[in-house]
């Protein structure tokens, strides 16, 4: 993904965090349970291609300085995350999701692991900010690994 793709992926991301952050969403005119699935679904799917498009710059030895936005975005995520899971999202939403019940059965667990993974990708940008093509080599691997703890516990 050219760096112009990447910063639009980025940046719908990070739009996609700025509209999304009230918890009642399910709850507001027009916008049903539904519909607060397929969003965080594809914002899931933004962040997704985001991250991934680091990696080739990465395994290239590229200047990682430019992913500083990216990483941002993904931090912004992060920390919005629970609030895209309201009550009455879940299997019963009518939309398929692979939430699991427990995202809302321990809150706390999952609040924690969105947590973890926005101090990983803030982590991330400051050492793409600082252009430390082998720290952020190493913390692109840290922020994947938060990304697979939560998955492992909170998505089917």
């Known amino acids: 993904m050219s760096g112009r793709l990447l910063w639009l992926a980025a940046a719908c991301v990070v739009g996609a965090a700025g509209l999304s952050q009230a918890p009642a969403a399910a709850r507001e005119p027009g916008l049903d349970a539904a519909d607060v699935v397929r969003a965080r679904q594809a914002a899931y799917r933004l962040s997704a291609g985001a991250f991934g498009a680091m990696k080739p710059v990465i395994d290239g030895g590229g200047d990682v300085k430019p992913l500083a936005f990216g990483a941002k975005a993904l931090a912004n995520w992060a920390r919005i995350i629970p609030s895209m ?3 009455g999202t879940g299997g019963e939403a009518g939309a398929p999701t692979k939430a699991r019940p427990e995202i ?22 400051q050492l793409a900010e600082a252009n430390d093509k082998a720290g952020f080599a190493a913390q692109w691997t840290a922020v994947r690994q938060t990304c697979s703890n939560c998955h492992d516990r909170y998505r089917g």
């Open 85 to 87: 899971f309201p009550a």
């Open 104 to 125: 809302w059965s321990d809150r706390a667990g999952f609040e924690q692991r969105a947590a973890d993974y926005a101090a990983a990708a803030d982590k991330l940008a």
